[in-house]
């Protein structure tokens, strides 16, 4: 059975990426959920920017069109399967085996489980995520082939034709800034600027011209590269 196909979950963290595809999402489809996930990170800051990130996207562009969120809690979870940089105090580093001590093994996989049981119980159609193999930190589940494999998975596992989408997959951080300014103009930049949460270290002390952060860690440091690059362009 086919679910609603005008209809939409966004998996939305709060973050930069996931804003972005956020408004991507409420430009195209007539309804647009969305799903995040409390797993114990260290920069569970970037949860409470989701209720006010939502309430200005619904009141700057799209009204109407946004609908329910859900907030699903993996702490305990999360923590019996093991400690890493993003969930405990280790420092931020890469590993022996050429991944990044803040890759949490299997989140998105996860996390897609999870919003793909969220999408077929609320018959929406498409699961839409902020992945993106450019630019990545070395995550392999931000990988294109990560997430049509998934695809595949789910609906084979649930028996629907789920359409994975993630609009940012090929885009550099800069291309996605200028994404923002297309979806939403300069207001959306600021919005994302201001409200949104990257910092790996969950510091919203110093504001930048790019936002809050600590400026140093890898998330901080690519931000700031790609708002650089947007703006010399
Ligand atoms: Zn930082």
């Given amino acids: 059975m086919d ?15 996931s804003t972005i595809t956020l ?29 006010r990130l939502r309430e200005k996207l619904a009141a700057m562009a799209f009204p109407g069109r946004l ?16 400690e890493t940089a993003l969930t405990s105090d280790a420092a931020i580093a890469l590993g ?35 992945m993106c193999e450019t630019d990545y930190s070395g995550y392999p589940d931000c990988r294109d082939d990560t997430i049509k494999a998934m695809q595949i998975a789910l609906n084979l596992g649930m028996a ?13 951080k800069a291309e996605s800034w200028r994404l923002a300014r297309d979806l939403g103009g300069e207001a959306l930049v600021a919005l994302i600027v201001e409200e949104t949460h990257t910092c790996y270290l969950g510091e919203r002390g110093a504001r930048h011209d790019w936002g809050y952060g600590c400026g140093t860690c890898p998330a901080c440091a690519l931000r700031e590269a790609g708002y650089r690059e947007f703006r010399a362009a």
């Fill in 67 to 82: 609908g329910e969120d859900h907030l699903i809690d993996l702490g305990p979870a999360m923590a019996a399967v093991g």
């Fill in 96 to 130: 022996a085996d050429g991944l990044p001590s803040t890759f949490v093994p299997g989140r998105n996989l996860l996390f897609l489980t999870l919003a793909a049981a969220i999408a077929h119980r609320r018959d929406l159609r498409r699961v839409i995520g902020g």
């Fill in 23 to 51: 408004a991507w999402a409420l430009a195209r489809y007539r309804e647009v959920e969305t799903v995040g996930f409390r797993y114990g990170q260290r920069h569970a800051v970037e949860l409470e920017c989701r209720p």
């Fill in 160 to 172: 629907r034709r789920f359409v994975l989408e993630t609009p940012l997959m090929w885009l550099s």
């Fill in 3 to 17: 679910a609603r196909g005008d209809h939409a979950l966004v998996l939305f963290s709060g973050g930069q990426d």
